[in-house]
C-alpha cells in the first residue's frame, strides 16, 4: 500500500499544502513563495498580530508579474484619470479590492502606513470592498501603492473604462448558491434515505443496508455543516475569540446557532455511531438549508428596501452653467457634462473634474485631504471634485462627467465629534445572546432530569439557540430610520445619516437665521439710493457681486441685470460685514456701514448694503426683504408643539421691527457676528437644550457645526455646505413642522417592531423549552421574523409618512 504524503497548511493563506513542496522559514510552513514573502513582509514591519485575527487570514499570493501586470500605472494620463486628488505632497485613489474578505483584511489594510513609507492614511470600506488611500507622490508612485497591495494578496482591480470601478462590480454573491445547492441536495438524499425511518419500515429494510443508509447520511451531512454553516461557524468562532480576548464584549448571533448545530452533530454522532440509530443527520441539514435560504430572502429584501440609492438620487446640488448666449443658469450637476462651463462664487464647491478657465484661483481641498491650507491653481491646470472655491468666482471647463457619488461621499464622510448615546435596543441585544445561552442551557438539564433516557433534551437545547432572533432587535432601528431617510428626501430634507433623524426627536429649542432663511433669497425688494449709476459702476458692483453667493448679493445683482463683467483681484469677504475686492483699477466694497468707513448709518427696519468706490461713498441699496410662504403657520405651528424659538442676526437692532408680528423681543437677538451665534447655541446646550439651528448655510457655518442638529436651507443649494447635517430645500419650508412631526413619530415604527420582536422571541423560545418545536422548525421561523422587521419597518415608515404629508398635498390641490 502506497504511503500518503502528509498535507500541511500555509500559515499565511491556510490552504493545504504537500511536505515535499512546502517551504519553511521562522518555524513556519508556507505553499509558496508570495506567501512567505507576504509574511516576511509583515515580520518586517511589526504587523505580525495580523494573524493572531483570524487562522491563515492571508489570501494566496498566485505567482505573477506585478510590475508587468501595472506597467499600465507608469503612464502619467491614466493615474491622473483615477486619483481624485492630487498636489505636488497629497494624492487621493479608491481602489477597489475584490479580495477583501474577513476583519483581518480591514485591520491589515489600515495599517498600511506602517507598512510603506508615503502612504498617509488608508481606510476601508468593507461593504463596498473599496480601499480610499491618500499618499505623498514624491515618495512612491501609484504603481508601486498596487504592486504592494497584490504583493499582500489584495490585488487591485482597476478598470480603464471607469476610474469608480467599484460602481460596475459585479454584486451577486455565488458562494451562497454554491452552498444552497450543496446543501439542499445533502438535506434531499438525507430525508430520502430516511422514509424507513420516517414510517417506522426499519423491520422491512435488511440490518446491513439500514446501517448502510445511516453512514451514508452521516457522510452527506458534513459537507452540509462544515461548507455549507461555514459562515456561521467562523463566525461564532471570531466572535468568541474577541470575546474572551476583550476586543468585542458582546457575542454575534452565530454563536447560538452554532452551538444549535454543534449539539445536533455531536448527538447524531453518537446515536449513528455509537448507540446504532438513526440521529438527526436530516435535522442538521435541513437546519443549515434553511438557515442559507434564510440569508438569501434576507438579502432580496435588503437590495429591494435599500434606502441609500434613494438617498442618492434625490441629493439636491445645483450649479451655475454658462448658456451658448452667454448667461448663466442653475442646473441639477446630474445635467452637467463633458465641456460645460461652469461658474462658481467663493465658498460654493466644484461637483466634478475641471480645467480652469480664468486666471487664477484659490481653491480649499479640505473636504478631500482634510487640510485646509489654501492651494493656488493657475489658468490651465487641472481641479479637482471637491475644492471650495476662496475668494473671486471663477470660471471652469468640466474634464470628465459628474461623479455625484463622489459628493455623496464627501457628504458621509463629514463626521462630528458627539458623544455616543447608549440606545435602549444596544442595551437590549447586548444581554440577549448571554440569556439565549443560559435558557438554553437550562431547558436541556432539566428535560435531560426529567427524561434522562430520552435524547430530548439535546432537540430542545438546538431549538432554543436556533429560534432566538437577536438579529430582529438590531435590525428595527436601522432599517426604520433608513426608510424614514427615503420618505423626507422626497419631501424636501435630505439627511446625513440616520442618527441625525434620532436627534431630531430629542430638539426643544429651534434657533433660526433671518437672511435666506426666514426671507427668500431669490426675491428680495431692492432699491438703489443714491446718485444714479453709470453703466461703468454698474459693471464695477454687478462684477463684486458676481463673486459672492449670498441671498444679498444675488439680490443685487438680480437688479443690476445681465452686462459684462469686468476681471476681478484681491476678492476678500468679511462674513457678517461685507465684501470687496480690486476691479479694473478700483476698489470697490459693499457691505454694512462700517465696513465702508461710514461712522453712522440711518435707523430703519429694513436693510441697508453701502457701497464704496475708491474713497467715495456711492449711494447704498435698501433691501426690504420677501417673508417665506407662510412663515407666520410654521412659526405657530412649531409653538404649538412646544418648541421654544430665537431668532439670531446679524442685521442691526432696528431691525426688530421687520420680525415683531412673529417673535417676541426676547427670542430676537440681534448684530449677532458668527461667532455670537455658536456663543449662543453653546449656551443653550450648556443649559441642557438640544438645539435644531435653521441657516443658509453660508454664513452660518460655525453655528450649524455647533448645534445638535444643524439644517441648511437654499432655494438653488449651489454651495455645498459640509457643515451642516440635513439640507431643506426652500419650497419645502412650509413642511418643517410635518418634518419634525414625523421625525418624532418614526420612534413608534422602532417600538413597534421592537414588541414584536420580543413576542417572536417570547413564544418562540417557549415553545422551544416545551419541546414541541424541532429544529428544523426553528431554522425556518428564525430568519422570517428578521424578514417581516424589515418589512413592518419600510411599510411602518411609508404609513407614516403618508399619513403625515397628506394634509399637505390635499391643502394643494
Partial sequence: MAKTEQQLRCYHCGDACSKSTALHYDDKVFCCQGCEAAYRLLQDNGLCDYYKLSEGAGIKIEHDSWEDKYAFLDSEEVVNSLLDYRDEQLAVVRLYIPTIHCSSCIWLLEHLPRLQEGIEEARLFFSKKVLQLHYRPDVLSLKEVAVLLARLGYAPLIRMDNAAAEEKRPTTDYRLYWKLGLTGFCAGNIMLLSFPEYFSLQEIVEGQYLRFFQYLNAALALPAFFYGGSDYLRGARHSLRNFFSGKDRQLSLDVPLALGMWALLLRSAYDTFVAGQAGYWDSLAGLVFFLLIGKWIQNKTYEHLSFERDYRSYFPLAVQRKSPQGYYRSVPIRQVDKGDVLRLHHEEVLPCDSVLLSGKAYLDYSFVTGESRPVEAHQGERLYAGAKVIGQAIEVQVEKPVEQSYLVSLWDNFRKERPAQRRFVDVVAQYFTFATLTLAVLSSVIWYWLSPDSPHWWMVGSAVLIVACPCALSLSTPFTLGAAMTVLAKRGLFVRNQEVIERLREVQHIVMDKTGTLTESSRSDVEWQGQPLNHKEKQLLASLVAQSSHPLSRSIAQLLGNIPLLEVSNFREQKGAGIAAEIAGDIVRMGSAAFVGLSAAPQSAESYVY???????????????????????????????????????????????????????????LEQSPHDKSRFIESCQQAGEKVLMLGDGLNDAGALQQSDVGMAISEEIHAFSPACDALLRADAFEQLPHILRYARASRYVVYTNLALSLIYNLIGISWAVSGALSPVIAAILMPLSSVSVVVVATLGAQWLGFRHFSKINSKKQ
Fill in 611 to 669: 457701497v464704496a468706490i475708491n474713497t467715495r461713498i456711492a449711494g447704498f441699496f435698501r433691501v426690504r426683504p420677501v417673508y417665506r410662504q407662510g412663515l407666520g403657520e410654521v412659526l405657530r405651528s412649531l409653538r404649538t408643539m412646544g418648541y421654544r424659538l430665537s431668532l439670531l442676526s446679524g442685521d442691526h437692532a432696528h431691525s426688530a421691527k421687520l420680525f415683531s408680528p412673529f417673535f417676541k423681543a426676547e427670542e430676537m437677538h
